[in-house]
Structure formats: C-alpha cells, structure tokens
C-alpha cells in the first residue's frame, strides 16, 4: 500500500474534528453537532489574545464570580434560557436579542451590541445601566470581579477574536 493512503486519514481527523466546531445556531434547539469545549490551552491562547485589562484575568476568579450569575444564566452553546437569557454568543450580539426569551420592554429596545466595554457597565450596576431592566442583579462592585467574569464569558461563551483567522 502506498505510504500517503496512511497518512491521509491521519492528516484528516483533526480537520473533521474543526468543522464541527463550527458557527452554532446561536438559540433554539438542539445542536446536532457535537458541541466544541475549548482545552485549557485553547481557553489561555485566547485569554491572553484579549485587550487589556482583559488579557490579565483570572478565569478561576470569574468562575467564581460567575457562580452568582448561573442561578439565572446558562452560558453552553444550546444551553436554555432560565429567568435571565443563555449567554453563548453574548458578545457581539445585539442586547435583548434573544429570539424566544421574554426581555423587558427595555432590554428589547434597547439599540447597542455586547462587548466588553458595555458588559462593564451593566455588571457594575445593571439598575442605572438600563433603567426599566427586569434583572434582579444588585451588580459586582468589585472591578476585578467583573474583569474576571468578563474574561471568564469571553472564554466560554464562543467569542472569537475578530482579527483570528475563521476557525
Ligand atoms: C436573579 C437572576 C439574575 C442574576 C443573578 C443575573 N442575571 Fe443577568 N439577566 C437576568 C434577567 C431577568 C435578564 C433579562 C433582563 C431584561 O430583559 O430586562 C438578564 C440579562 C442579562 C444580560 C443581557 C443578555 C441579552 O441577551 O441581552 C447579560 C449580559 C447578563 N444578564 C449577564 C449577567 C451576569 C454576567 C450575571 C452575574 C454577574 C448576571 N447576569 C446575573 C437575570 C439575572
């Protein structure tokens, strides 16, 4: 047999393993590809990909912090909605822009897209961040806190650095 008839299986797996690591639905059903969790080396590559200060955080620290926001939030791809939204996708997408979860007329209207920045913001105070807002969430005052549950969710919610080539 040929020699290259051997390697082109081998060569093949982790390409297959790739795609279907692909683009999600971000919400309804199921997924029926096998869902892509990130290594521990992947989650530092692009930990460390982040802009300041973000690039600095302790992930284990904003699990942690993460702990007070999972009573309402799932944060899996496909993962459901429960009394707040599921997060997988949350940064860059539009707020109050899940399809099938019940926002407040606020969070409906409101015209601005997720990123770091903004997430800052509502997680120091989500009561004056958006006034009318219907999550009961008295905020983390503590700003390493929420860097650190930032870069967290940048890590486990799919986000993809803009300038990486498409995985
Ligand atoms: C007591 C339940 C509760 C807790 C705890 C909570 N949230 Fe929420 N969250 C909600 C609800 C409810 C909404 C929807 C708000 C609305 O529609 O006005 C929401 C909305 C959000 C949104 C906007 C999502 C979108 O689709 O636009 C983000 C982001 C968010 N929460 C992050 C967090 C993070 C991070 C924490 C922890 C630091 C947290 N939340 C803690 C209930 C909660």
Avoid at 83 to 111: C, E, H, I, Q, W
Wanted: some cysteine; overall charge neutral.
């Amino acid at each position: 047999m040929p020699r290259h008839a051997l390697v082109a299986p081998l060569l093949l797996a982790p390409l297959l393993a790739l795609a279907a690591c692909g683009q999600g639905e971000p919400s309804t059903t199921t997924p029926a590809a096998p869902v892509h969790v990130l290594t521990d080396a992947e989650k530092a590559t692009l930990l460390a990909s982040l802009p300041a200060p973000y690039n600095a955080g302790d992930l284990e620290n904003g699990r942690r912090a993460f702990a007070r926001c999972r009573a309402c939030h799932t944060i899996g791809e496909g993962g459901p909605d429960m009394a707040g939204p599921n997060l997988y996708g949350v940064f860059g997408r539009k707020a109050g822009d899940r399809p099938r979860y019940n926002y407040s007329n606020a969070m409906r209207t409101a015209n601005f897209t997720w990123d770091a920045e903004k997430l800052d913001h509502w997680l120091e105070n989500p009561r004056t961040f958006l006034p009318g807002n219907k999550m009961t969430f008295p905020g983390l005052p503590d700003a390493a806190d929420r860097r650190d549950v930032i870069a967290f969710l940048k890590v486990e919610t799919g986000y993809k650095p803009e300038a990486a080539p498409a995985a």
